[in-house]
């Protein structure tokens, strides 16, 4: 089934992210509030790039080109950007390796899939410095049979040319965006 490799408590998987120092520019352009426009949505600027509003508070995340190595598999061209609430605004300016992302695979045409996943969402733990209490509480509600996202962790590495060379951010919860519960897979 899609993501068997990679979701499990027990799985830490190596991911390596090369940002072009310009496309680092425009992420460092994102804010936690008063995106201007409906939380929730996505919209082009003029210029063609998309961009994420969020939810919470309206935040402003343009999306990024960025390559992403998950362990062995490498991905060209992949969509990155910032995402949270409270995670974003405690740690983006401070520490922006040490920030919520979000991943999609084919955001910008690229083509396949880690182990059948397009999309992810990667979390350092910035209000649970344990990393558990995402991947408990998901278990728990799909082995209640509570559809829930499916969770592993990334020990994840950046590279921004002039800025970070191969820099490591830490441990990252890896969160599905697929809900599935316990009945359609396992932990």
Known sequence: ASGERIFGFTKVHPIQITI???????????????????GGSDYRQPDGRLVHIGSGFSGFFPWAHADVRFENEEFKD??????????FSSSSSAAPLFASFKLKIDLH???????????????????????????????????????????????????????????????????SE????????RF
């Open 178 to 185: 697929e809900h599935t519960s316990e009945l359609q897979s």
């Open 78 to 87: 992949v969509g990155i950007r910032y995402k949270g609430n409270l995670s």
């Open 109 to 175: 045409g690229t083509k396949g899939s880690w182990d059948g996943e397009k999309s992810f969402n990667l979390h350092p733990g910035v209000v649970d410095t344990s990393k558990m209490r995402e991947s408990i509480a998901y278990a728990i509600f799909r082995a209640a049979g509570v559809p829930a996202p499916r969770t592993a962790y990334g020990e994840l590495r950046f590279t921004v040319p002039g800025i970070y060379q191969d820099a490591a951010a830490g441990l990252f919860t890896i969160r």
């Open 20 to 38: 072009p120092a310009a496309e680092w520019a425009v992420m460092q352009t994102s804010t936690a509030r008063n995106g201007g426009a409906q």
